[in-house]
């Protein structure tokens, strides 16, 4: 099976900037789609950001286009989220995913296959 960690998370203050990095182990990572969710305590998880694993298509949710920046390094079978500008509302605990076809529906949770354990972003007024 596929694993994936997660990492890069802590508290930061409200305008500031994290990267969370997740490490895939065993399985072809380099024919992976990648995405990112979050998940607020008493809320649904949701949708963040997704990379098809050329790099050539990006997707992001309309609340963190333009403060977010997802990205891989497949010599170290990694994929990233860059997190700016960060709001209070961005508190949640982020979770990595991949999808082992190309990416079909890239903001669909149940079309992934593997997922990572998370890793917490809390972000202070």
């Known amino acids: 099976q596929v694993q994936l960690v997660e990492s890069g998370g802590g508290l930061v203050q409200a305008g500031g900037s994290l990267r969370l990095s997740c490490a895939l182990s065993?399985?072809?990572?380099?024919?992976?789609?990648m995405g990112w969710f979050r998940q607020a305590p008493g809320k649904e998880r949701e949708f963040v950001a997704a990379?098809?694993?050329?790099?050539?298509?990006?997707y992001y949710a309309d609340s963190v286009k333009g403060r977010c920046t997802i990205s891989r390094d497949n010599a170290k079978n990694t994929v990233y989220l860059q997190m700016n500008s960060l709001k209070p509302e961005d508190t949640a605990v982020y979770y990595c995913?991949?999808?082992?076809?190309?990416?079909?529906?890239?903001?669909?949770?149940?079309?992934?296959?593997?997922w990572g354990q998370g890793t917490q972003v809390t972000v202070s007024s």
């Open positions: 990379i098809s694993w050329s790099g050539s298509n990006t």
């Open positions: 065993e399985g072809t990572f380099s024919r992976y789609g």
């Open positions: 995913a991949a999808e082992r076809r190309p990416l079909r529906a890239p903001a669909v949770a149940p079309e992934y296959d593997y």
